[in-house]
């Protein structure tokens, strides 16, 4: 049986826990509550979308390119959950600053994918990129849904407005490249791979838009998003690349391929592939994607759809993509194999 793909940036158990810390007031429980069962509304739909590009892929109908670049949409919610809401016009001179940011960011996340990996929009066909901003009353969190992007304004305690994580935007756009690409399921190591695939794009992107190399980027997900009460307990972001068992981070993360159990959240088991796409980065030294981005970003879009593919898999698909795209430079297949050696692959 397939698995949901649940695509959203906080995990809901995050969420189900922060409802259940008594030291938080009862409206901030009550929101993060909600926010979870919102969340959990919308698996239908994304699933649903998913299906329709499994179908449309096999078909070939995916081969048609609809534009030369991606058209960048922003709808506003205007606190209700009915979607996608009422065009924003004029999105990139908005006196709305998070229509203004979503359009901008969105916009960086094309040239991004443009400029770096030669990829025209989600699809690599020119797709539309539209989002719905002020979803919810106080809705904490951020998500692809299949087609589009769907942002909340946080209950601005524990999170705050989702288009401030420039990293964010780019994970959960990312989840639609996947979608367009591998396919990856949302269960077992297909599901960690998922979620990494998004982790390891969104941080590139947040590095690139700063012109940062490896060394002087942070590798954290989500520090941008962080409210003050998240803060003032301690956490500083959502995930750490670079160190997944963080207890500054929200949701903790396994080092090791050995400690992904069965049935493990993919927002956890992650944590391996990321620690070692960070740790192939810091080793090879430079910009995440000039070399070492490369290799990933071939093993995501060169395989066709395989949903089910494993860590193992993957670990060997980017050894053998690093020595075939630069033969020449043994340093990034050397670098690329101490990342998966870290943890244990």
């Known amino acids: 049986m397939r698995m949901i793909c649940t695509c959203h940036i906080v995990p809901k158990d995050v969420l189900e826990r922060l409802a259940g810390d008594k030291k938080l007031s009862a409206e901030l429980r009550r929101g993060a509550a909600d926010s979870a069962r919102v969340t959990d509304g919308m698996r239908t739909l994304r699933t649903q979308n998913g299906e329709l590009t499994r179908l449309a892929q096999a078909s070939g109908a995916h081969l048609v390119e609809l534009a030369a670049a991606p058209k960048v949409t922003v709808y506003d919610c205007k606190h209700s959950q009915t979607l996608p809401g009422m065009p924003v016009p004029g ?15 969105t916009t960086g996340v094309a040239k991004f994918y443009q400029a770096v990996f030669g990829r025209n929009s989600i699809d690599n066909a020119g797709m539309t990129m539209m989002s719905s901003i002020h979803f919810g009353k106080g809705y904490n969190n951020a998500m692809w849904n299949g087609t589009q992007m769907v942002y909340g304004d946080g209950d601005g305690k524990l999170f705050v407005d989702f288009t401030k994580g420039d990293d964010v935007i780019g994970h959960e756009l990312t989840h639609g ?55 003032a307990k301690g956490f500083k972001a959502l995930r750490n690349m670079a160190k997944p068992d963080d207890k500054a981070a929200l949701a903790p993360q396994p080092t090791k391929y050995s400690q992904v159990t069965p049935g493990m959240d993919p927002h956890y088991s992650s944590g391996p592939p990321n620690l ?47 020595t075939q795209k630069y033969p020449a430079q043994a340093a990034v297949a050397a670098a690329v194999d101490a990342g998966w050696k870290k943890v244990g692959l």
């Not at 999105?91 to 979503?102: I, M, N, Q, V």
């Open 276 to 322: 070692a796409f960070c740790t192939a980065c810091l080793t090879l030294g430079g910009k995440s994607w000039e070399r070492i981005g490369q290799v990933w970003y071939a093993a995501l879009t060169t395989s066709g759809a395989q949903p089910h593919m494993t860590m193992p898999q993957f670990a060997a698909r980017t050894r053998q993509l690093a």
């Open 91 to 105: 999105a990139k001179t908005s006196t709305d600053a998070t229509a203004k940011r979503c359009f901008a960011e």
């Open 177 to 231: 490249v996947t979608q367009h690409s591998l396919q990856l399921a949302y269960s077992g190591d297909a599901g960690g791979l998922n979620e990494s695939m998004s982790d390891c794009f969104g941080s590139m992107f947040r590095q690139w838009s700063a012109k940062q190399d490896a060394k002087a980027a942070d590798w954290l997900i989500g520090a941008d998003i962080m409210g003050p009460t998240a803060k």
